[in-house]
Nanobody, 124 residues
């Protein structure tokens, strides 16, 4: 069992930065592929970024490439998302998720564990 707790969300102006963190409790965090998703009311959950257990497979949605950076510290059981040059369209609830897959899965259903989410609001 893995429990995930996100933090670091908040309200910023367009062009600002935030760093999200996701701390995992439980065993074998280093063996999970981790991802960040986001969701706004009435829309499907969107995969923002993903990093596999050794960092050799990393994914970014086109909408965040060159602005967001995902990283993980397996010694601290922590996943990060550095978000720069934020835009109003980045406003969403951000979730971290864990999968036992070796490479980044395509769909939310492939992730077994989810955090409770942290809100990011970007004003213009």
């Amino acid at each position: 069992l893995v429990q995930l707790v996100e933090s670091g969300g908040g309200s910023v102006q367009s062009g600002g930065s935030l760093r999200l963190s996701c701390v995992a409790s439980g065993h074998f965090y280093s063996k999970y592929t981790m991802a960040w998703f986001r969701q706004t009311p009435g829309k499907e959950r969107e995969k923002v970024s993903c990093i596999n257990r050794n960092g050799g497979n990393i994914y970014y949605a086109d909408s965040v490439k060159a602005r967001f950076t995902v990283s993980r510290d397996n010694a601290k059981n922590t996943l990060y998302l550095q978000m720069n040059n934020l835009k109003p369209e980045d406003t969403a609830t951000y979730y971290c998720a864990a999968s036992t897959a070796w490479v980044c899965p395509l769909f939310p259903r492939d992730f077994r564990y989810w955090g409770q989410g942290t809100q990011v609001t970007v004003s213009s």
